[in-house]
């Protein structure tokens, strides 16, 4: 690993009581279905997906994601049952909000703008907002088995975005590096 950089993401983390319920999911995945790597990271919505950043270079990052997120304002997020990408990734389902698609578009040219910083995959199909709780390491055979439980059973929760949430790989998992306050 290149240690003179890092790798980072920018997310929308939902309040505590929803990560708590989140990450109760995931267990059950590690513990049912032999699928813990969502488990590297706290419960979130991407709306920049990975990128590298120079280390030294951290302060122009922050300041430019302070500066987009000072100019937003807090949107409602809705949380609604669960969703796949078959067959590896099982999410609960994030409502697609004119304000949340926006906020996200947003973000990504300011980012390509100011920084420089491009997600080709993304740029090429429609935002998919979503909060995964199975993945990459779910096998076929485990998300067979448990697609069916998770497509019938009912989820919703809402709540106020406000911030936006930078995080950094550390080697292992996700740790949240700066929170950046909407006005």
């Given at each position: 690993?290149?240690?003179?950089?890092?790798?980072?993401f920018?997310?929308?983390?939902?309040?505590?009581?929803?990560?708590?319920?989140?990450?109760?999911?995931?267990?059950?995945?590690?513990?049912?279905?032999a699928?813990?790597h969502?488990?590297?990271?706290?419960?979130?919505?991407?709306?920049q997906?990975?990128f590298?950043?120079?280390?030294?270079n951290?302060s122009?990052?922050e300041?430019?994601?302070?500066?987009?997120?000072?100019?937003?304002?807090?949107?409602?997020?809705?949380?609604?049952?669960?969703?796949?990408?078959?067959?590896?990734v099982?999410?609960?389902?994030?409502?697609?909000?004119?304000?949340?698609?926006s906020?996200?578009a947003?973000?990504?040219a300011?980012?390509?703008?100011?920084?420089q910083?491009?997600?080709?995959?993304g740029?090429?199909?429609p935002?998919?907002?979503?909060?995964?709780?199975?993945?990459?390491?779910?096998?076929?055979?485990?998300?067979?088995?448990?697609?069916?439980?998770?497509a019938?059973?009912q989820l919703?929760?809402?709540?106020?975005?406000?911030?936006?949430?930078?995080?950094?790989?550390?080697?292992?998992?996700?740790?949240?590096?700066?929170?950046?306050?909407?006005?």
């Open positions: 690993m290149n240690h003179s950089h890092s790798r980072f920018v997310a929308l983390l939902p309040p505590q009581d929803i990560q708590d319920y989140a990450n109760q999911i995931k267990q059950y995945f590690a513990d049912n279905y699928s813990s969502a488990q590297k990271s706290p419960p979130h919505i991407t709306l997906p990975p590298e950043w120079a280390n030294n951290l122009v990052l300041t430019s994601l302070r500066e987009f997120a000072s100019q937003q304002h807090s949107i409602p997020v809705t949380l609604n049952n669960f969703a796949a990408f078959a067959p590896r099982i999410y609960i389902n994030v409502v697609r909000s004119p304000k949340l698609l906020l996200q947003n973000l990504s300011q980012m390509e703008a100011n920084l910083i491009v997600d080709r995959v740029k090429q199909r935002f998919a907002p979503h909060m995964t709780v199975a993945f990459r390491d779910l096998k076929k055979q485990n998300f067979h088995a448990a697609w069916p439980e998770f019938q059973r919703n929760f809402e709540f106020t975005a406000n911030k936006l949430t930078l995080l950094i790989h550390d080697g292992r998992r996700w740790q949240i590096q700066s929170e950046l306050d909407f006005q």
